[in-house]
Structures are given as structure tokens and as C-alpha cells.
């Protein structure tokens, strides 16, 4: 038998390329949480559930600012959405239509960081998190 | 062919030589590898743009100003910030067209981006389709891949026939 197509080869090859999947995948979407744990979180620390109405009513107002969350998002934001100054697709944001969409903690903070500060000037706070999360939770195409 | 015009075209086919990879350090090209940091997160607001666009001064200052990138927040921890530095600086551009740091450090303000861009009616940057010179894949269909040839354009969809003659120039 070729030395290159051992069975202990073709182990090692497929174990590798394996490990490549899993990092690729993890790269990809490190889906440490899903989007009802995230509600809960912010729904704990505003103490009281989040509201899909008011988290609608927060995501297509303009707080002040040139946009609202649906600028980029589109509204329902169940559909891919386009950066309001590039003109970038953006995933749509509701799991409904993307299941990746919410599944990493690190990013949820992160863009909620960044977004509200472009979107209302300032940080949000944790009723107005968990208002928005339990409507893109409850948005369907 | 009489000895000199023999001379004459190998001095010119090895002028040719020496100049190519002057050339091709000035090319926009995205190198094969880009930094999955760069590609997560700057590619999720805008293409990510080849690092040679820009030469490393400026990449530097916009590093320096992310809370503050060009009208929105683009924020990012330590770590990360650390990481893109370097392999910016390892991969921005060095030839002529990085020379000069743009104006504002903007791409789309560097003279090489004028210039090729001069015949592109302002009409034709406002279209929906297009939304914005920083908006690439519009036009540059290998855009996300580096390719930015002229013959490899598509038409953003709303241009007159009038606007498209930049197009077929």
C-alpha cells in the first residue's frame, strides 16, 4: 500500500481537516448564547421583561439623531439591511431570518455599545436593550 | 534585425522589467490573507478595503479615532485595536500612490482616486444602488476579492445611458 494512504493517514487528514471545520465554524459564529438568553440578561437588569411594542416603537424612532436602528436594519428587520453612510448588505438582524443573529454575547454588547451611540448619542439602557430584544425575538418575516 | 534596434529592445524589455513590480506595489490589491479581525470587525460596516489604499500614517490616525470613524462609532477594545495596527502597517501601502496621506485619511479622497474616477457624474454616486464612493462592489464586481479592473465593472442598476458612457470608455 502507498505510505500516503494509510488508514492512520487518512485519520490524521480527516481529524485535520475536521479541526479546520471547527475553526472556520467558530470563526464564523462563535454562538456562545441564543437570543432568548440575551433577553433574559437585560430583562434581569432592568427588572421587568422586556416589551416587544416598546422595543418597536424604540427601533424605528429616531432619538434626535439622522437614524434609527431601522436605517440600517430596515423595518421589519427580517429582511438583509444596508449601512445607511456605505451602502454595506447587512445580515437581517432577527432570528426569525438569521439564525446566527444574536447567538454571540461579546457582539450583542458590542453593537449595542457602538449603535446607540450613533443612533440615540448615548449608551442604551437596560430596559430599552431588553424592549428591542424581545421585538426582533418576536419579528417574523 | 541590425545589432542596435536589437540593443535598443532589450534595454527597453528589461526597463519594462525593472518597472512591472513598481507597478504592482501600487496596485489595490487585498492581500490573500486578510486579518480575520480586519475582515469581522471593519468588513461588517464596509467593504474590507485592500490595506494598500492607505499608507500606514494614515491607518495609524483612523486606529487612533475609531470611536469617532467617520460619523459613526466604530469602537474596539485594546486587543483588538493592537492587532489590526500591526498587520496594517505590515500590509499598508508603500508605492507611489500612498506617498501622500489623503485628506482625512480618506481613500476616496487620494489623487489616484480622483483621477480614475473623474469621468463618474456626481448623479451616478447619489443612485440608491450606489449610496457612496466608499461603496465599492456597486460597480467593482471583484471588489470583495481585490479586483478593481476596469474591465471588470457592472452597471449599478438606475444609470441612464447618458451616465454610462464612463462605463464603456
Same mark, same amino acid.
Given at each position: 500500500m502507498n505510505a500516503r494512504h494509510t488508514p492512520h493517514r487518512l485519520v490524521r487528514h480527516g481529524t485535520a481537516a475536521l479541526l479546520a471545520l471547527t475553526l472556520l465554524a467558530s470563526l464564523a459564529? $462563535? $454562538?456562545? +448564547? +441564543?437570543p432568548a438568553a440575551q433577553l433574559e440578561r437585560f430583562s434581569q437588569l432592568a427588572g421587568r421583561p422586556g416589551d416587544a411594542t416598546r422595543g418597536q416603537a424604540f427601533f424605528t424612532a429616531r432619538h434626535g439623531g439622522e437614524w434609527s436602528c431601522s436605517s440600517c436594519h430596515g423595518a421589519p428587520p427580517t429582511t438583509a439591511g444596508r449601512? $445607511?453612510? +456605505?451602502?454595506k448588505r447587512i445580515e437581517p438582524l432577527a432570528p426569525a431570518a438569521n439564525p446566527g443573529a444574536l447567538t454571540d454575547t461579546a457582539k450583542v454588547d458590542k453593537w449595542f455599545r457602538r449603535n446607540c451611540k450613533d443612533v440615540a448619542q448615548r449608551e442604551c439602557t437596560a430596559d430599552e436593550k431588553a424592549d428591542v430584544l424581545a421585538y426582533l425575538i418576536k419579528v417574523t418575516p | 534585425m541590425s545589432p542596435l534596434p536589437r540593443m535598443a529592445s532589450r534595454v527597453i524589455a528589461w526597463a519594462c522589467l525593472a518597472i512591472a513590480p513598481a507597478w504592482a506595489d501600487d496596485r489595490p490589491s487585498t492581500p490573500q490573507r486578510l486579518h480575520p479581525a480586519y475582515v469581522a470587525e471593519c468588513a461588517s460596516c464596509h467593504l474590507a478595503y485592500p490595506p494598500t489604499m492607505l499608507p500606514a500614517a494614515s491607518w495609524h490616525r483612523i486606529l487612533k479615532g475609531l470611536d469617532q470613524h467617520y460619523g459613526v462609532d466604530a469602537s474596539l477594545d485594546e486587543a483588538t485595536v493592537r492587532q489590526l495596527s500591526a498587520w496594517l502597517s505590515a500590509n499598508a501601502g508603500t508605492g507611489r500612490r500612498a506617498a501622500v496621506a489623503p485628506p482625512d485619511d480618506r481613500i476616496t479622497r487620494s489623487n489616484w482616486f480622483v483621477r480614475e474616477h473623474r469621468?463618474?457624474?456626481?448623479a451616478v454616486w447619489a443612485l440608491p444602488s450606489v449610496k457612496s464612493a466608499a461603496h465599492c462592489p456597486a460597480c467593482h464586481r471583484g471588489a470583495e476579492q481585490g479586483r478593481f479592473d476596469d474591465n471588470d465593472l457592472v452597471r449599478p442598476p438606475g444609470l441612464t445611458p447618458a451616465q454610462g458612457r464612463a462605463w464603456s470608455d
Amino acid at each position: 500500500m502507498n505510505a500516503r494512504h494509510t488508514p492512520h493517514r487518512l485519520v490524521r487528514h480527516g481529524t485535520a481537516a475536521l479541526l479546520a471545520l471547527t475553526l472556520l465554524a467558530s470563526l464564523a459564529q $462563535a $454562538a456562545d +448564547t +441564543t437570543p432568548a438568553a440575551q433577553l433574559e440578561r437585560f430583562s434581569q437588569l432592568a427588572g421587568r421583561p422586556g416589551d416587544a411594542t416598546r422595543g418597536q416603537a424604540f427601533f424605528t424612532a429616531r432619538h434626535g439623531g439622522e437614524w434609527s436602528c431601522s436605517s440600517c436594519h430596515g423595518a421589519p428587520p427580517t429582511t438583509a439591511g444596508r449601512h $445607511a453612510s +456605505t451602502g454595506k448588505r447587512i445580515e437581517p438582524l432577527a432570528p426569525a431570518a438569521n439564525p446566527g443573529a444574536l447567538t454571540d454575547t461579546a457582539k450583542v454588547d458590542k453593537w449595542f455599545r457602538r449603535n446607540c451611540k450613533d443612533v440615540a448619542q448615548r449608551e442604551c439602557t437596560a430596559d430599552e436593550k431588553a424592549d428591542v430584544l424581545a421585538y426582533l425575538i418576536k419579528v417574523t418575516p | 534585425m541590425s545589432p542596435l534596434p536589437r540593443m535598443a529592445s532589450r534595454v527597453i524589455a528589461w526597463a519594462c522589467l525593472a518597472i512591472a513590480p513598481a507597478w504592482a506595489d501600487d496596485r489595490p490589491s487585498t492581500p490573500q490573507r486578510l486579518h480575520p479581525a480586519y475582515v469581522a470587525e471593519c468588513a461588517s460596516c464596509h467593504l474590507a478595503y485592500p490595506p494598500t489604499m492607505l499608507p500606514a500614517a494614515s491607518w495609524h490616525r483612523i486606529l487612533k479615532g475609531l470611536d469617532q470613524h467617520y460619523g459613526v462609532d466604530a469602537s474596539l477594545d485594546e486587543a483588538t485595536v493592537r492587532q489590526l495596527s500591526a498587520w496594517l502597517s505590515a500590509n499598508a501601502g508603500t508605492g507611489r500612490r500612498a506617498a501622500v496621506a489623503p485628506p482625512d485619511d480618506r481613500i476616496t479622497r487620494s489623487n489616484w482616486f480622483v483621477r480614475e474616477h473623474r469621468d463618474i457624474p456626481s448623479a451616478v454616486w447619489a443612485l440608491p444602488s450606489v449610496k457612496s464612493a466608499a461603496h465599492c462592489p456597486a460597480c467593482h464586481r471583484g471588489a470583495e476579492q481585490g479586483r478593481f479592473d476596469d474591465n471588470d465593472l457592472v452597471r449599478p442598476p438606475g444609470l441612464t445611458p447618458a451616465q454610462g458612457r464612463a462605463w464603456s470608455d
